[in-house]
Nanobody, 123 residues
Framework: QVQLVESGGGLVQAGGSLRLSCVAS????????MGWFRQAPGKEREFVAT????????YYSDSVRERFTISRDNDKNTMYLQMTNLEPEDTGVYYC????????????????WGQGTQVTVSS
């Protein structure tokens, strides 16, 4: 069992920045691809970014590429999402997840999820 805890969300004006963190409870964290997803009110949960276990490979959704940066520190069992130039459309609950198998884009490819952290971007 892996427990994931997100933090760092909040209210920010458009154009601002936030950094989200996700702390994992197990050392085997470093062997997993990890991902960030988000869910806006009334919408399905959507892929934001993913990072390989060694941090070498990263993939982003088109809507956040060039604005968000995913990273990880395996010594601290922690993954980050640096978000810059935030837009109102980025508003939602952000979740971190540990990848199990399958394409990184799909929620069904992840088997452990955090409780989420709210990000609200005002215009």
């Amino acid at each position: 069992q892996v427990q994931l805890v997100e933090s760092g969300g909040g209210l920010v004006q458009a154009g601002g920045s936030l950094r989200l963190s996700c702390v994992a409870s197990r050392r085997t964290f470093s062997s997993h691809f990890m991902g960030w997803f988000r869910q806006a009110p009334g919408k399905e949960r959507e892929f934001v970014a993913t990072i390989s276990g060694d941090g070498v490979y990263t993939y982003y959704s088109d809507s956040v590429r060039e604005r968000f940066t995913i990273s990880r520190d395996n010594d601290k069992n922690t993954m980050y999402l640096q978000m810059t130039n935030l837009e109102p459309e980025d508003t939602g609950v952000y979740y971190c997840a540990a990848h199990r198998a399958g394409h990184y884009y799909y929620t069904t490819s992840y088997d452990y999820w955090g409780q989420g952290t709210q990000v609200t971007v005002s215009s």
